[in-house]
């Protein structure tokens, strides 16, 4: 049973950075889909980054291109989410999830997730 836990959240100012990472367990980290995603109070969860498993292609949210990079460590079993330049709107519950076949764009057929980390950009 594959098992996540996010840290790295925090408080950070307009413009800073945050590096958010998932400790993974109980699956195949190496062949498995994983994505990072995020959620605001009263919207869907959306999908922020993900590899897929079937290819290794890397999504990433129109919002966040040029800002985020996702990376999997297979040695260490963590899956990152390096954050610069961040924004008030980056400001959401953060979660880290796999999958063996579920794309960034379908939050609902991922099949684990973490518990969630909070980034809030304020000033």
């Known amino acids: 049973q594959a098992q996540l836990v996010e840290s790295g959240g925090g408080l950070v100012q307009p413009g800073g950075s945050l590096r958010l990472s998932c400790a993974a367990s109980?699956?195949?980290?190496?062949?498995?889909?994983i994505g990072w995603f995020r959620q605001v109070p009263g919207k869907e969860r959306e999908g922020v980054s993900c590899v897929s498993s079937s290819d290794g292609t890397v999504y990433y949210a129109d919002s966040v291109k040029g800002r985020f990079t996702i990376s999997r460590d297979v040695a260490k079993s963590t899956i990152d989410l390096q954050m610069n330049n961040l924004k008030p709107e980056d400001t959401a519950l953060y979660y880290c999830?796999?999958?063996?076949?579920?794309?960034?764009?379908?939050?609902?057929?991922?099949?684990?997730w973490g518990q969630g980390t909070q980034v809030t950009v304020s000033s």
């Open positions: 999830a796999t999958d063996p076949w579920a794309n960034c764009d379908r939050p609902h057929d991922w099949r684990s």
């Open positions: 109980g699956f195949p980290l190496a062949y498995y889909a």
